[in-house]
């Protein structure tokens, strides 16, 4: 287990930079996040995705796959791609401060 | 009298349906099975289709026949199930109601959701050995192929036994080695996960043997497009959704996979890719306490296998009647999952794992059985004799002397036996 600060709050996160308790992440963290990321600038789109992934955490207990969020968020996966590069999921997941989406196996 | 309606007669309704009837007198509950044909297939078999290791015919039976004689066989489509009314919906006659539903309807393939995948180049130079018919004609155009780059590649997660398309590599390998040609033959293997497979110490063992067999591994490649030939006439394309290209001669590509198509059509039922949401433990709906769900068709965290509809048979078999009698249900699977994976050669790795346990290093089902996440040629000899245990003990739902459904924790390197 590790740690990190954002917004002034250390925060749990895994070694991977997943928040472990998503009670600790506030809005204000996201930009943050995000920055470290390499996103400069959070849209209202990126938002959008954000919230939804807050909303289906604490519906499901687990973030959900770019193929499931695709289909729900409003949000083609194509766009899901151009605001969260490489891994929509997983990035998304990281900057809405839940833990890493579980991988199907 | 009970009536059971068991939708789906593959591997999990088979066992659902042959455990159910011994349990009942024939005076006592009525057990129906419904699916749309009567072709049961031994879909690990298909795998080795291509290579002219098995016969795509000699790989199906009829359903009807793998059944109980005191189960009914009901060949329709289905239509919707209406959960409200306890009834099910078919193509064809009156709506057939229920006391307890049983959903063994899989995985379906989804190879139109993929932009490309169905278009030019479309079993001529792109194909998926996921189906008989596309097993079957990859066998002609590998016996056609003589150099250039194959990809292998998983669209996306859940996919039906997902160590498979590492086991075509592996065999693809072998195969062009056999006919001297691997030189001329770039293989790799393009992934949705970050990793060959998800778990770290199988995905150490499997990365290592790709790496041995000169496979690439390409990885968290989310394919958008896949751009064939007509004909098969020049280089073809896999396009990730963030602009990655992977090129080939031929590809091998496992689809997109949902569940059967009425559960969409079945308000309440499915999630948003059609499988049945259900208490992991348990396998009951939790959409309602008369539905069960088993095998490919569930939600559950763990691989889309056939052991897995095995292990998962006496639970849900013990759950319906629980519930059927009116007592608590007091089943627990385990996620208990057990897969043989072909590397090629003669030989095979076996693993063994659980919802809370990874694949490890060991033995199964005890310190003297098959040795785990190791290849060896008694796993490869396990794999091929296993399809006659499959007709013969698992379908009927007898219990197999020794394989219990609990995954076994004895055997296995750093777990307290």
Redo the contacts between chains.
């Keep these: 287990m590790a740690e990190a600060s954002y917004d002034g709050q250390v925060v749990s996160v895994n070694d991977e930079g997943f928040f472990t308790d998503p009670g600790q992440w506030t809005e204000a963290m996201a930009p943050q996040i995000a920055k470290a990321e390499g996103i400069d600038h959070l849209t209202d789109r990126h938002w959008q995705v954000i919230r939804f992934m807050r909303q289906e955490y604490q519906a499901k207990g687990t973030g959900p796959t770019v193929r499931v969020l695709g289909k729900t968020s409003g949000v083609s996966v194509k766009e899901l791609y151009q605001l969260f590069p490489k891994g929509p999921a997983k990035l998304a997941a990281k900057i809405a401060g839940i833990p890493k989406p579980r991988g199907c196996i | 009298m009970k009536r059971i309606v068991i939708l789906g007669g593959g591997t999990g309704g088979t066992i659902a349906a042959n455990r159910l009837r011994r349990g009942y007198g024939a005076e006592d509950a009525e057990i129906i099975v419904v699916d749309r044909d009567d072709d049961h297939v031994y879909q690990p078999g298909l795998l080795f289709v291509p290579f002219g290791l098995a016969d795509p015919a000699r790989l199906v039976r009829p359903r009807h026949r793998q059944l109980h004689p005191g189960v009914t066989f009901r060949q329709a489509g289905v239509d919707r199930v209406d959960l409200a009314g306890d009834q099910v919906f078919l193509d064809d006659g009156p709506a057939l109601g229920y006391d307890a539903l049983v959903i063994a309807t899989g995985a379906r393939l989804l190879p139109e959701q993929t932009e490309g995948l169905t278009g030019p180049g479309w079993m001529e130079q792109v194909f998926t050995f996921y189906t008989p018919a596309g097993a079957a004609a990859l066998r002609g155009a590998l016996d056609r192929f003589d150099g250039g780059r194959l990809a292998v590649n998983v669209v996306?997660?859940?996919v039906k036994c997902?160590v498979a398309p590492l086991e075509f590599c592996f065999l693809a390998d072998h195969y062009f080695r056999r006919r001297g040609i691997r030189a001329r033959v770039q293989l790799s293997y393009v992934t949705p996960?970050d990793g060959a497979?998800?778990?770290p110490v199988c995905n150490r063992e499997l990365s290592g043997l790709l790496r041995r067999k000169d496979i690439d591994l390409v990885t968290?490649f989310?394919t958008?497009e896949v751009r064939g030939c007509r004909g098969g006439a020049g280089e073809g394309r896999l396009v990730s959704?963030?602009d990655r290209e992977v090129r080939f001669d031929l590809a091998v590509v496992v689809p997109?996979h949902g569940g059967a198509a009425f559960v969409d059509r079945s308000p309440g039922l499915g999630d948003?890719?059609g499988f049945i949401p259900v208490d992991p433990g348990t396998l009951q709906a939790t959409a309602k306490p008369n539905v069960f769900a088993i095998g490919d068709a569930t939600d559950v965290?763990?691989?889309k296998a056939g052991s897995v509809a095995h292990f998962e048979g006496a639970v849900v078999t013990d759950g319906v009647r629980a519930y059927l009698d009116g007592r608590p249900l007091t089943g627990c699977f385990d996620g208990h999952?057990n897969c043989f994976i072909e590397t090629g050669g003669g030989k095979a790795l076996l693993v063994d794992f659980n919802y809370d346990t990874e694949p490890l290093t060991g033995h199964y089902p005890a310190r003297a059985g098959l040795p785990l996440l190791k290849e060896s040629r008694l796993n490869h000899l396990g794999k091929r004799a296993f399809e006659s245990l499959y007709w013969h003990a698992l379908l009927p739902g007898r219990d197999l002397p020794g394989i219990g459904s609990d995954m076994p924790r004895r055997g296995k390197a750093g777990l307290p036996g």
């Design positions: 996306d997660m859940p997902p996960l497979f998800t778990k968290e989310n958008g959704y963030d997109l948003e890719l965290p763990t691989s999952t």
